[in-house]
């Protein structure tokens, strides 16, 4: 008995073939007096599974690369998030000084000195959302929180104002769905990309 044996043949044009060969004898007083058998054509059935490891060694290596991007990409922001701080510490250290010089209290000053704090406030704001990516992609469901639009959206307007007053731009908005759980970091960056 030859059970799932496979054999490696070539047809009348030289073609390779693959075969999958079963045969059980019959045996009388000691002889094998005759076999049936199946010789079954598999060479589609190996090339798709040729074509299948190929495919799955394919993924691995770009699979490979991906993790390797993934933790340069990571790397990379913890050290753009980090480098971003010590400027705005230093330039929130020189605003807290001209708070204390007497040109503070000046019509004219203090509106401009309480802008530029708030914007540091949404810089700061923004290298943290920024600094947080990582482990949002690497823990996404630890990430999500009810989300409200119009929060978001102000907080926008205010880091956008310049351009919204210099082009003259109106957002008009219509949510009909007032918040929604997600990743907060997300939904900031397409309503931002958005504008």
């Not at 769905?177 to 939904?187: E, G, M």
Request: with cysteine; hydrophobic share 35%; net charge negative.
């Amino acid at each position: 008995r030859v059970f799932d044996a496979e054999s490696v043949e070539r047809d009348q044009l030289g073609n390779i073939k693959h075969f999958l060969n079963n045969l059980i004898g019959i045996v009388e007083s000691g002889n094998l007096i005759r076999v049936w058998g199946t010789h079954k054509d598999i060479t589609d059935l190996k090339k798709a599974a040729d074509a299948l490891v190929q495919m799955n060694d394919e993924l691995s290596e770009k699979n490979e690369e991906l993790v390797k991007i993934n933790s340069e990409l990571d790397s990379f922001i913890y050290t753009v998030s980090h480098d971003l701080n010590s400027p705005l510490s230093n330039i929130e250290g020189l605003i807290n000084v001209l708070k204390l010089n007497a040109c503070y209290a000046e019509p004219d000053t203090k509106p401009l000195v309480d802008m530029m704090e708030v914007a540091i406030g949404k810089f700061k704001g923004t290298i943290k959302n920024i600094a947080e990516i990582p482990k949002s992609r690497k823990h996404p469901e630890k990430t999500e929180e009810e989300v409200r639009f119009e929060e978001i959206l102000e907080n926008i307007q205010i880091s956008i104002s310049n351009l919204m007053s210099d082009t003259g731009a109106e957002i008009e908005t219509n949510f009909k769905c007032k918040s929604i759980p997600l990743n907060r970091t997300s939904v900031h960056s397409v309503m931002y990309n958005l504008l």
